[in-house]
């Protein structure tokens, strides 16, 4: 754990100097681990992350041992909402899908900042319009879209946020996020990898061809795009 230094979050780098420093000034940067678990369902918040390098997956469980992502959340957003919207229990699973830095703060000093950082209390109202919409958005997604689609929208969200055309990933991992079965999603990723849009060997993803997977993915990927862009960059 380390005094943060720098912050590569896009809520935090939008605030004014001011606000900046007050938040900083309680957050800690912390490294975060592949599939580490930030805290269950139901389980009490103490920290809210904003990540910088690293990326989290919100996930709903179901009986027995079954889950699918509700959200991807990396360097564009943040994890814990529900303290914003004043209440600590976690309403989803959090597991770090791309090991990296994020910016830490504890629950009840991240309520003392908001009182006194109006910049930082309506971009996270309106980031919350933000997610409401992109939780419907995934909800339309699993429903409607094939898994190929899917999946290639998946791979370009967690390109975007881990900032590299590589990135760890076990196909039981996907099958999990995606709540699609291995099968699928070993036939999904043969389709792919058969266009040469990804290479996928021991754990390890690597993008190809990003446009590519772009034409493949179904039309989730911009709609999320543009919800955030619409939402988050109005005056
Ligand atoms: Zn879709």
């Given at each position: 754990m380390n005094t943060p230094q720098i912050n590569g979050?896009?809520?935090?780098?939008?605030?004014?100097?001011?606000?900046?420093?007050?938040?900083?000034?309680?957050?800690?940067?912390?490294?975060?681990?592949?599939?580490?678990?930030?805290?269950?369902?139901?389980?009490?918040?103490?920290?809210?992350?904003?990540?910088?390098?690293?990326?989290?997956?919100?996930?709903?469980?179901?009986?027995?041992?079954?889950?699918?992502?509700?959200?991807?959340?990396?360097?564009?957003?943040?994890?814990?909402?529900?303290?914003?919207?004043?209440?600590?229990?976690?309403?989803?699973?959090?597991?770090?899908?791309?090991?990296?830095?994020?910016?830490?703060?504890?629950?009840?000093?991240?309520?003392?900042?908001?009182?006194?950082?109006?910049?930082?209390?309506?971009?996270?109202?309106?980031?919350?319009?933000?997610?409401?919409?992109?939780?419907?958005?995934?909800?339309?997604?699993?429903?409607f879209h094939k898994i190929e689609a899917r999946l290639a929208r998946w791979l370009l969200m967690t390109q975007d946020r881990a900032e590299s055309e590589h990135f760890s990933m076990t196909q039981e991992f996907l099958s999990h996020m995606l709540g699609a079965s291995r099968v699928g999603i070993t036939h999904a990723a043969s389709l792919l990898k058969n266009q040469k849009l990804i290479h996928y060997v021991r754990g390890q993803m690597h993008i190809l061809d990003r446009k590519g997977l772009q034409l493949i993915s179904c039309s989730c990927y911009d709609a999320d795009l543009q919800n955030y862009q619409v939402h988050m960059h109005k005056s």
């Open positions: 979050n896009r809520l935090i780098s939008a605030l004014p100097a001011s606000e900046q420093r007050r938040f900083l000034s309680r957050a800690q940067s912390i490294s975060l681990s592949f599939e580490q678990v930030l805290h269950a369902h139901d389980e009490a918040v103490e920290f809210v992350y904003f990540p910088t390098t690293a990326f989290i997956s919100e996930l709903v469980l179901t009986e027995p041992l079954e889950c699918i992502e509700v959200r991807l959340v990396g360097h564009e957003g943040m994890l814990g909402l529900n303290v914003l919207l004043g209440d600590k229990r976690a309403p989803f699973h959090a597991v770090v899908q791309g090991s990296g830095e994020a910016l830490r703060v504890g629950r009840k000093d991240f309520l003392r900042v908001l009182k006194q950082a109006p910049k930082l209390d309506s971009l996270l109202q309106r980031y919350t319009f933000v997610v409401l919409k992109q939780i419907a958005q995934n909800v339309a997604c699993t429903q």
